[in-house]
């Protein structure tokens, strides 16, 4: 059975996009990061859940490589949990669910086929970290200080989350991290 895994690009201060959501930034370093990586992640990946936030940064850009999921590498169904889903998407396989996280996750599961299901977005991640239903996360730290923006992880009094390592490298500018989180 595959793991439910944060995954995403990170500036050196801990954001994942800019002020007004932007990420043109990560394009620059994509180069530096090895393709059987990324390969790996793609395949072991079966669904993708991500936030409203994080669909509308996709749907409104410009890129073609963040209209789709890896560029366009991947396909599989992608769920985005909403209260508000819009009512033009022509994109089969992107679904939209309401809900708690719990049940959110639960689905992604069920259509991934035994693979992993990548958590997208800071508020999504948040909530799956908050709730115990994340079993690894995995940053691409590039070589950016944005000063502002959406942080990956929210100040939490609260919260506190034991990692243990999994992975360690560097890939020209660009730190690669990935941890398991403690249960």
């Not at 002020?19 to 090895?34: I, K, N």
């Not at 929210?154 to 919260?159: N, S």
């Amino acid at each position: 059975m595959g793991i439910v895994q944060v995954q995403t690009a990170l500036s050196l201060d801990g954001f994942m996009a800019g002020p007004e959501h932007e990420m043109d930034w990560v394009f620059e370093h994509a180069g530096d990061v090895p393709a059987e990586l990324m390969q790996e992640v793609i395949e072991s990946t079966g669904a993708i859940l991500a936030g409203r936030g994080s669909y509308n940064v996709g749907r409104r850009s410009t890129r073609a490589e963040t209209r789709k999921p890896f560029g366009g590498a991947w396909s599989g169904p992608q769920f985005v949990l909403t209260h508000d889903p819009p009512d033009d998407e022509e994109d089969p396989s992107i679904r939209f669910v309401s809900g708690d996280i719990g049940s959110a996750v639960a689905t992604a599961r069920e259509n991934a086929e035994g693979k992993n299901v990548a958590i997208f977005g800071a508020n999504i991640a948040n909530q799956c970290l908050d709730a115990g239903l994340v079993d690894e996360i995995m940053l691409f730290v590039l070589p950016v200080i944005l000063g502002d923006g959406v942080r990956l992880f929210e100040a939490d009094a609260d919260r506190r989350a034991g990692l243990e390592a999994i992975a360690i490298e560097r890939y020209g500018q660009v730190a690669y991290l990935r941890y398991s989180v403690a249960r």
